[in-house]
């Protein structure tokens, strides 16, 4: 099987008009609703990314042995059932849409943070390119969902900031320290051209986007529209209710009302289902109490961030802020 860090895109072949290239048609496959939707995002990051169970597992919260028995049960379903390999009639297309998008996402989401491999690199180019060259597909298969254009432009608008993202070598760069000369422009245009086009309700994708697009138009983080931001993600939680969710809620609320009260709110979500080998909660957690001069709590949540960040990128940075903590 394709390893993660070998991964190269399969091109659409340009002499076949009218159609769409196999790795579609496998990831409408693997989605098939005869499938949980855990088990139909899971076998498609394990069959078309090339993902390990264990950085599919960190990507869904839950244990590598409780990621495998998924992997063996959806595989045994697919052959019992004798699930068609192709990209479905029209008509069966929306109830396969949701499945689909969250595998795209989950795709993209490996490529910008990538969960393993030797070199510890943070982002997968390939992956990203990949994942947006795939939804770019589908938006060609569904030009008039709202949602499948949302995702494209969410996965443009995070895509343009990949050459501002890491440094020389390969270290965190933080969004507002990023020099924000370096974000794709175009990208940018044509994810707010999409965003424009959009009609209500609002979808999750649609939201997370809008999210992106308020860190991208404010000329620094300074300038940036906090509080508009946690209103988004109010939505966000109402529709789409995680504790993901709610941690970025605290995040935007902390920016714009203050450390203490994002505190509280993270606070709340310690105990959360899923979140125990979360490393961005401590995190999160420890910027807020260095911001607010609590310095050896903050170590503490650092220390705890760092033994359970996925990379080797995430690792440095939080040991830089470990050792800035504790001058």
């Not at 076998?43 to 169970?53: D, E, I, K, M, S």
């Not at 839950?62 to 029209?90: F, Q, S």
């Not at 209710?241 to 609320?253: G, M, W, Y």
């Not at 910027?287 to 960040?309: C, F, I, N």
């Amino acid at each position: 099987r394709v390893a993660v860090e070998e991964y190269e895109p399969v091109e659409p072949d340009p002499d076949i008009s009218g159609d769409f290239d196999d790795r579609l048609r496998l990831i409408f496959t693997c989605c098939h609703p005869a499938l949980p939707m855990d088990a139909r995002l899971a076998l498609t990051l394990r069959t078309v990314a090339g993902l390990t169970p264990a950085q599919i597992a960190r990507a869904f919260l839950v244990t590598e042995p409780a990621m495998d028995k998924r992997l063996v049960r959806a595989r045994a379903k697919i052959k019992h059932a004798g699930i068609p390999y192709r990209v479905p009639p029209p008509h069966l297309m929306t109830e396969r849409r949701d499945g689909v998008l969250a595998v795209l996402y989950l795709l993209f989401t490996e490529g910008y943070s990538a969960t393993g491999g030797g070199r510890g690199d943070l982002i997968r180019v390939p992956l990203l390119r990949e994942a947006i060259r795939l939804t770019r597909l589908l938006v060609e298969l569904m030009p008039d969902d709202g949602e499948v254009r949302a995702l494209l432009a969410l996965m443009l608008l995070h895509h343009a900031r990949t050459a501002a993202r890491t440094d020389a070598v390969g270290d965190i760069v933080t969004l507002e320290e990023q020099d924000r000369s370096l974000w794709d422009r175009d990208a940018i245009t044509e994810a707010l051209t999409i965003l424009r086009s959009l009609v209500p309700p609002a979808g999750r994708y649609e939201l997370q986007a809008r999210i992106a697009a308020c860190h991208l138009e404010a000329s620094g983080a300074a300038s940036t529209d906090f509080a508009r931001i946690a209103e988004l993600y109010d939505a966000l939680a109402f529709i789409d209710p995680s504790p993901v969710v709610e941690l970025n809620r605290a995040v935007s609320v902390a920016m714009s009302q203050g450390p203490e009260v994002g505190l509280r709110l993270i606070d709340a979500l310690v105990t959360s289902r899923g979140m125990d080998d979360y490393y961005l909660l401590p995190a999160t957690r420890a910027d807020l109490l260095r911001r607010m001069g609590r310095r050896t709590e903050a170590a503490t949540e650092y220390e705890k961030a760092l033994q359970l960040a996925p990379s080797g990128a995430e690792k440095r940075y939080l040991g830089k802020r470990l050792a800035e903590t504790r001058r």
